[in-house]
């Protein structure tokens, strides 16, 4: 992994999905992993992954908001919705 | 300095005519101080990425001079300042109040990150300090180079690795300097604020929850700080309040750091 948030993000559904799993240290991830069940998914892991929405999309989610969702596909749709267009 | 019984006596918080390059100037600590060094009467060399934010930067009286410079280009830095004294005059104080926050776990860590915080925040302050010490642009009595550091410099906190790290190098910095500048009349000291109130802190605090944010409110017996508390302390140590300071580390934390 060489750095963590991309200087030109893939602002994709796709993109989210490659940043979520370089996070998460996951080789693959679909919209049907659970979050929670991440090996990585902690605290910290939580404030990276808020902080990679807002520099990469755009998107201010919370730590709350964020832990109430169960899967990536949950997050990836929440991103969509909530991007700037 | 005039002692107390002088009848001529001088505020010696007084920063009459001296010229004070201040980075960070736009925003948060470093723009609050800036207005602060303005009302005791200082000559202000605000420095700032942006633009906008120093054109909107309030300072009373004359003198002042306000310019956009990219930190990161640390080698251009003490040409830049020998300029600037060209065109304004020789510098007194120096404040390094620019900085990149960085919250990251180890194992995300990655050089690119990380150096990029020491730049900002440690090898930039170095670079002013360079650029400070040189004959052309220091005031010929003397200076004061107040550095902003954190008391994430000796407070571990999980994600903190590379802010602690640039925060922390900023002590030995100020401690090695001020032996080596004292000869110069030049003092070194750092301020290490506990988490004040400024837009760096908003951005942060907008990522947790209610009960983080009043985690960190009770971890500072005196409550969050205001920017204002720390330009204060700065301001001490830039004047004759401070001339006898040096190589320390002065706690502006509300008793984080107490406990």
Known sequence: MQQTIPKQADRTVDGIYAQLAQILELEELTAEVVLADCEYWDSLTVLSIIAML?????????????????????LAAAVEQRRPR | ??????????????????????????????????????????RVAA??????????????????????????????????????????GPLS????????????????????????????????????????????????????????SSVMATAGASGAAAYSLSKSALHGLARALAVELAPDRIRVNCVAPGFVRTPMFDRMAALWDPAQLSRVEAAHPLGLGTAADVANSIAFLLADTARWITGSVLTVDGGYTAQ
Request: glycine share 8%; net charge neutral.
């Open chain 2, 93 to 148: 104080g120096l404040v390094h109040a620019a900085g990149a926050s960085c919250v990251q776990p180890l194992r995300l860590l990655t050089p690119a990150l990380y150096r990029k915080v020491l730049l900002l925040n440690t090898e930039a302050a170095l670079a002013l300090a360079r650029g400070f010490q040189k004959k052309a642009v220091r005031d010929p009595q003397g200076g004061s180079i107040v550095l902003i």
């Open chain 2, 1 to 42: 300095m005039s002692t107390l019984s002088d009848p001529n006596f001088v505020n010696p918080l007084s920063l009459r005519s001296r010229r004070i390059l201040v980075t960070g100037a736009a925003s948060g600590i470093g723009r609050i101080t800036c207005a602060l060094l303005s009302r005791l009467e200082a």
């Open chain 1, 54 to 74: 807002d520099a990469s999309f755009g998107v201010h989610l919370t730590a709350s908001e964020l832990r109430s969702m169960r899967s990536a596909g949950d």
């Open chain 2, 47 to 88: 420095v700032d990425l942006d633009q906008t934010g120093l054109e909107s930067l309030e300072l009373p009286g004359e003198g002042h001079a306000r310019r956009c410079l990219d930190l990161e280009n640390v080698d251009a830095i003490p040409a830049w300042m020998a300029e600037l004294a060209l065109e304004g």
